[in-house]
């Protein structure tokens, strides 16, 4: 008779039973993104933004700490910041990758820094080996939003295991599901338990979580906000992610071979041993030699039937056209938030009494990022992702052509609408 496990015998399931443990939600979704990234640990939270803000809160990020971040982003990365009621400072980006700049970030720290949040912004990694030298120099913890890239790598690494903490998304993203979601994964066991707390509920804080100081706030579910997973057909998505990344990759490379003939168009910058998995496949435009602007290009294009957008200007036009006007995007510094410094109606967390020195954010500050985004435009994963192939490519190419060849028309139409 074998002991019992209660009595410290074996498991009945023994190792073999993984496969019981894997049809709980998440948790076989959970080992298989440990086994991709070679991340020793991975939770599967609500959304993208849900894993930024566990990452924030696991760094003890909160009122009077700055983040190092960029202005140059899809808002959530912000916003999760702002959440944790901690002061965004912004870097400026590199021109050629629209990731952030690490001499910049450099230039950005002070002693009241906390964190680096960099972005993997479109689907090119962040320069990660730079940061984590910095944030090991200058005791900081590297969180990476690769929310827009989570089959990419670095030198033939995987992200997620790169950073100290690295965010997934499951929204339309590389790795996809229908429903959101996202998971956040780190090797320290430490940053782990602690971004539990954010969101989790409190079983699973007290189920997977050994640190007497974070199971003292496990009965409450730490934070008491709701993050706890969505999203688990992300795990179909994951057997064929790499498949779906390789072969946009090869669309993508079609593209950049046929659009950088064209005067007026630079396609994407690959950084030489990171790969860019194109969550969007961003070009720069240059109106010289067509003397019509990037928004006419954008226009014109989508009136084709592809879509092409300015995605930091208007990323969202596509789903609500016909929706009223807010204010115009842009760099992140320069929207109302940042203007006003009053979200919460008393300066906080911009202007309270935590904060040693108040954050100013002015026109001028990133110009870098500041000049980008007037001249970028970007095609869509799925228009470029299977079964779209070369085919579909080349109607690409053959629609900016058409369009191009009616330059002058486009002129006059910019023209005509100015002086409505
Ligand atoms: C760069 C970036 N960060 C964070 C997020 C947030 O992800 P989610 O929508 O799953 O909250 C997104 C989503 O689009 C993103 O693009």
Not at 52 to 69: K, M, N, Q, R, W
Not at 167 to 189: E, N, Q, V
């Amino acid at each position: 008779m074998s002991k019992l496990a209660l009595l410290g015998g074996a498991k009945a399931i023994g190792e073999e039973g993984r496969a019981l443990k894997a049809n709980w939600p998440n948790i076989g979704l959970e080992a298989a993104l440990c086994d991709y990234t070679g991340a020793k640990y991975a939770k599967c939270v609500s959304a993208g933004t849900a894993a930024l803000i566990s990452g924030l809160f696991a760094a003890g990020c909160g009122p009077g700490d700055e983040v190092i971040t960029v202005a140059y982003t899809w808002v959530a990365t912000v916003g999760a910041v702002l959440r944790v009621n901690a002061v965004p400072i912004f870097a400026d980006i590199d021109p050629r990758t629209f990731c952030i700049d690490p001499e910049d970030v450099k230039r950005k720290i002070s002693p009241a820094t906390k964190a680096i949040l960099a972005v993997d912004y479109y689907g090119h990694p962040a320069p990660i080996p730079e940061l984590m030298a910095i944030a090991e120099e200058h005791g900081l913890v590297l969180i990476e939003d690769a929310c827009q890239a989570s089959t990419s790598e670095i030198n033939g690494q995987k992200v997620g295991n790169l950073a100290h903490f690295t965010a997934f998304s499951w929204s339309g993203k590389p790795i996809y599901s229908g429903s959101g979601g996202g998971a956040f994964l780190t090797s320290d066991r430490h940053l782990y338990e602690r971004a539990l707390l954010a969101g989790q509920h409190p079983t699973v804080i007290q189920g997977l979580a050994t640190d007497p100081d974070v199971l003292k706030y496990a009965s409450m579910g730490g934070t008491g906000d709701n993050m706890r997973a969505v999203g688990t057909d992300a795990m179909a998505q994951l057997m064929d992610a790499e498949v779906r990344t390789d072969a946009r990759i090869r669309n993508c490379d079609y593209l950049t071979e046929k659009l950088s003939a064209i005067p007026g168009i630079t396609p994407p910058y690959v950084r030489p041993g990171y790969k860019h998995v194109y969550h969007y496949y961003n070009c720069l435009w240059d109106a010289t030699p067509w003397g019509f602007s990037r928004d006419t290009l954008c226009s014109a294009l989508n009136a084709e039937g592809i879509f092409a957008v300015a995605y930091l200007k208007d990323a969202n036009f596509n789903f609500a056209p016909e929706s009223k006007p807010i204010e115009a995007g842009g760099p992140i510094h320069m929207r109302t938030i940042f203007q006003e410094r009053n979200l919460y109606g008393k300066g906080c967390p911009f202007l309270c009494p935590h904060v040693a020195n108040p954050p100013v954010y002015s026109e001028g500050d990133l110009p870098v990022s500041e000049e980008m985004w007037k001249r970028e435009f970007a095609f869509f994963q799925p228009d470029l992702s299977p079964p779209c192939d070369e085919r579909d490519m080349q109607l690409i190419v053959d629609a900016v052509h058409k369009v191009l060849d009616n330059a002058d028309a486009l002129k006059q139409w910019e023209q005509e609408r100015a002086s409505q």
